[in-house]
């Protein structure tokens, strides 16, 4: 659909003016002379020395800062133009100082983890040190699985050609790979990409052709992603056993430690997926009869809103989308919505309509002038409307935040979530309100309906299939035939008959089971969606009150685990079963209300 409308650029020469700008290269040199001055300290750290451990730690804290000025800086220009030769030359002297960082803080992270309780309560007697205190414990609960500094060496090293190799083969089979979709009656070929965005296409037959070509073109490369997915989880289960010799380390504890949540909160939270499986799959069924079949295939999980009757589909300049955010945020709180007109009057988001720009959406924020900013391309739609949504309360989420030291920012991908799927609610309550017909309310309302089921469903499945892997993996590699059946199984299990077959191949194609650093990138997904809507719910309870207590939770998310910060703020016990039925439950309106208004048209 093309049409004039466009959003505004945003403004970066408050930061730098160019790349070329003389105070880029002033932040290089000061990030460099740092560097060189921590490498020096780290050679007589060792674990007792706390003064200079809180030396170490401020001078990291202030690379930190420089550097992720100059990184965000830099991936602002490529987003816009990935083809800016300045900034691409940038991005590329900044790896080699990512590297420097790291390699920088381990020594510093050492003595965090083995210094004695007392030196440690030292270390921590200091300003900006004492500040991280909750970020530095939670690291030093690791302390017991850490094998000797050797070692630790050793398998950080290995992993590079090892563990990490395995996830570099797959991004670089997954860049390289061409299918064969069928468009229409032409074969025509295309990178993964580019098929990817056909199974979000309007028509049933396409998704379904774009999904089989993508699956044949997994299926020529089985034996290298299973060659893959059972060397990334055996090193994972080897180096689980490694680092069991005080206590048993499990496969899950790391995601589990790394989300700041426990196992129990884990446990309750899939026993209500569960419990409400019923549920999720009539609303699954409920999508498929609103496109006309009886069943969702394993393509419809993008599938667009299907067109119910011929009407316009009605296009939003973008000050009007600004307005109508502002007053869907103003219902929150009045403050919400001028946070929502600052951003605009700051030029603090970029939103232009261009083919050099990357595709996607985001919020990021200048470390040193601690301003966000948001980016999109913003053509008008209704789910253009609520991306910005989405990103102006991430942006919202930073702001409530930026006068705490950065060691207190830094929250988990659980809670990340949080404000953006808030600000997404708010806006469409507010367009359905707005609605004048049943069709545009149900077109309003099937994004709900489809986050619903993803997160209900597909999240569910992939944790399934995941753990199920690890435990056989135990044993033995599986071979790709056992991959599929392993992965099929766990879609019928969660889908049940609201689908009309699985996707075998999923374990192949979905690249979030290769991402060599971290495992199990699913259950967050549905933690965030259902914690933030626990937390919007409250806004009915709370009245005028609920505003400040969402600021204060916002604000704590980056120094407390997601256990302490439910129950101080609001009361929950999330690791309690019955938390997550509630919230499930309050959704359970929406979905007999999406089922009354296709009654009333179909
Ligand atoms: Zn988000």
């Known amino acids: 659909m093309s049409?004039?409308?466009?959003?505004?650029?945003?403004?970066l020469l408050t930061i730098y003016?160019?790349?070329?700008?003389p105070a880029v290269e002033r932040d290089f040199s000061e990030l460099t002379e740092l560097l060189n001055k921590i490498a020096d300290l780290n050679k007589n750290l060792d674990h007792v020395n706390f003064t200079l451990a809180q030396e170490v730690f401020v001078k990291i804290e202030n690379a930190g800062e420089l550097f992720s000025n100059l990184l965000t800086y830099a991936n602002c220009l490529l987003s816009v133009d990935s083809a800016d030769e300045d900034a691409q030359q940038m991005f590329g002297r900044l790896q080699r100082y990512r590297k420097d960082i790291g390699s920088a803080s381990k020594t510093l992270q050492e003595f965090e983890a083995?210094?004695?309780?007392?030196?440690?309560?030292?270390?921590?007697n200091h300003e900006s040190v004492g500040q991280a205190r909750f970020s530095i414990l939670h690291r030093r609960q690791l302390a017991p699985q850490l094998l000797s500094r050797s070692e630790e060496q050793l398998v950080e090293g290995l992993a590079q050609n090892g563990l990490h190799a395995w996830g570099d083969l797959y991004d670089r089979l997954s860049g390289s790979i061409e299918c064969d979709v069928l468009v229409g009656n032409q074969s025509q070929s295309m990178g993964l990409a580019q098929a990817a965005t056909q199974m979000m296409d309007s028509s049933d037959a396409q998704r379904k052709n774009a999904w089989e070509a993508i699956n044949q073109s997994w299926n020529v490369h089985e034996e290298a992603c299973a060659a893959g997915l059972n060397a990334i989880t055996g090193w994972r289960l080897d180096l689980c056993d490694q680092r069991s010799q005080n206590e048993p380390v499990g496969f899950l504890d790391s995601a589990v430690h790394m989300n700041k949540i426990s196992v129990e909160t884990l446990n309750a939270l899939l026993a209500s997926a569960r419990k409400s499986n019923a549920l999720a799959q009539r609303a699954a069924k409920l999508q498929a009869r609103a496109m006309g079949k009886e069943r969702l295939g394993p393509w419809d999980s993008r599938a667009p809103a299907p067109v119910l009757e011929k009407h316009s589909t009605k296009l939003m300049a973008f000050d009007q989308a600004i307005e109508l955010i502002k007053d869907a945020f103003s219902t929150v709180d009045p403050s919400m919505g001028e946070f929502v007109q600052m951003m605009a009057d700051e030029s603090w988001i970029e939103a232009t309509v261009s083919a050099k720009k990357r595709p996607g959406a985001y919020c990021t924020s200048f470390s040193k002038s601690k301003s966000?900013?948001?980016y999109m391309t913003y053509s008008g739609s209704t789910s253009d409307v609520i991306t910005l949504a989405h990103e102006l309360g991430h942006a919202l989420h930073f702001w409530v935040m930026r006068d705490l030291p950065e060691t207190q920012r830094r929250y988990g991908m659980s809670l990340a979530e949080t404000a953006s799927t808030m600000g997404e609610t708010a806006v469409r309550n507010e367009l359905l309100a707005r609605a004048s017909s049943d069709l545009e309310k149900l077109d309003i309302m099937w994004e709900e309906l489809s986050a619903f089921t993803t997160f209900m469903l597909n999240i569910p499945t992939r944790f399934e299939f995941e753990k199920n892997l690890y435990d056989k993996r135990r044993d033995r590699p599986l071979s790709p035939k056992e991959?599929?059946?392993?992965?099929?199984?766990?879609?019928?299990?969660?889908?049940?008959?609201?689908?009309?077959e699985p996707d075998p191949m999923f374990w192949a194609s979905k690249l979030h089971f290769y991402i060599s650093g971290l495992s199990f990138?699913?259950?967050p997904y549905l933690f965030g969606y259902l914690f933030s809507l626990g937390v919007f719910s409250e806004k009915s309870h709370l009245g005028d009150r609920f505003y400040s207590q969402y600021c204060e939770l916002l604000r704590d998310t980056g120094r407390m685990t997601a256990e302490d910060l439910a129950e101080r703020h609001l009361g929950f016990d999330i690791q309690s079963q019955s938390f997550w039925d509630n919230v499930i439950d309050s959704i359970h309106p929406r979905i007999d209300e999406y089922e009354r208004l296709l009654n009333s048209v179909l």
């Open 17 to 21: 003016s160019r790349v070329t700008d």
């Open 114 to 124: 083995f210094a004695g309780e007392e030196v440690l309560e030292s270390y921590l």
């Open 372 to 374: 966000p900013r948001v």
């Open 483 to 500: 991959l599929r059946k392993l992965m099929s199984d766990a879609w019928l299990e969660w889908y049940g008959d609201s689908i009309s």
């Open 3 to 11: 049409n004039d409308i466009s959003g505004p650029s945003w403004n």
């Open 521 to 523: 990138y699913n259950f």
